[in-house]
Nanobody
Framework: QVQLVESGGGLVQAGGSLRLSCAAS????????MGWFRQAPGKEREFVAA????????YYADSVKGRFTISRDNTKNTVYLQVNSLKPEDTAVYYC????????????????WGRGTLVTVSS
């Protein structure tokens, strides 16, 4: 069992930055690949970024490439999402999720989810 708690969201002006964190419980955090997803108002939840269990591989949605950076610290059981050059269309609830096995980043493939942290970008 893994529990995930996101933090770091808030209100920011367009062009600004935030660092989102996702703290995980459990001793096996380093075994899980981690992903960030987001759900904008009135839209379906979508994939944002992901990182392998070792941190050696990262993946990004085209819409955030070059602006967002995912990283993890297995000694702190935490995964991060640095979000830069924010745009109003980045406004969403950001969720982190964990996957133990497999290679898919579809939502159905994720084993555990946090409750999300809200990012609001003003124009």
């Amino acid at each position: 069992q893994v529990q995930l708690v996101e933090s770091g969201g808030g209100l920011v002006q367009a062009g600004g930055s935030l660092r989102l964190s996702c703290a995980a419980s459990g001793r096996t955090f380093s075994s899980y690949s981690m992903g960030w997803f987001r759900q904008a108002p009135g839209k379906e939840r979508e994939f944002v970024a992901a990182i392998s269990w070792s941190g050696g591989y990262t993946y990004y949605a085209d819409s955030v490439k070059g602006r967002f950076t995912i990283s993890r610290d297995n000694t702190k059981n935490t995964v991060y999402l640095q979000v830069n050059s924010l745009k109003p269309e980045d406004t969403a609830v950001y969720y982190c999720a964990a996957r133990l096995d497999g290679s898919s980043w579809s939502q159905d493939a994720m084993d555990y989810w946090g409750r999300g942290t809200l990012v609001t970008v003003s124009s």
